[in-house]
């Protein structure tokens, strides 16, 4: 199996989550490369309404593809303040592009400082077996 990527910048859940730092304490989440692989092709995307509040480690949402139905996990606490309604109406574009276009919310965290506490790429990838 060829190597996933997980680029250098960003931070990682054991969920499979990616979590890239934006401005003002606000986070842009997604799947990873390794996660969409693994679910196949996506074709439904159910995620939470701006102005929700989500808890670390709670579910927030759901990704489904043609093999399974995958729970999505907050990974951090905070308040929606964004959806990607492009992958509500296309969810192939998580297939497409987890890293770019596929992004799912962002979060406004209670805590910045909490960012800092998820997994740099490297101990990522230690935890897909990379």
């Known amino acids: 199996m060829a190597a996933q990527s997980a680029p250098e910048e960003l931070r990682y859940t054991e969920d499979h989550e990616w979590v890239a730092e934006r401005t003002d304490g606000v986070v842009r989440v997604g799947i990873t490369e390794y996660a969409q ?5 996506v074709v439904f995307v159910d995620l939470p309404a701006s102005g929700s509040t989500v808890t670390a480690g709670e579910a927030f949402g759901e990704v489904e593809s043609t093999k399974s139905v995958s729970e999505l996990y907050a990974p951090l606490d905070g308040e929606i303040v964004a959806v990607n309604d492009g992958v509500t109406e ?17 979060i406004k965290l209670s805590d910045p400082d909490t960012f800092g506490g998820l997994l740099d790429a490297e101990a990522y990838q230690r935890v897909i077996g990379g």
């Open 37 to 41: 692989d693994q679910l196949g092709d």
């Open 90 to 106: 296309t969810p192939e574009l998580i297939n497409g592009d987890p890293y770019g276009e596929g992004w799912l919310v962002e």
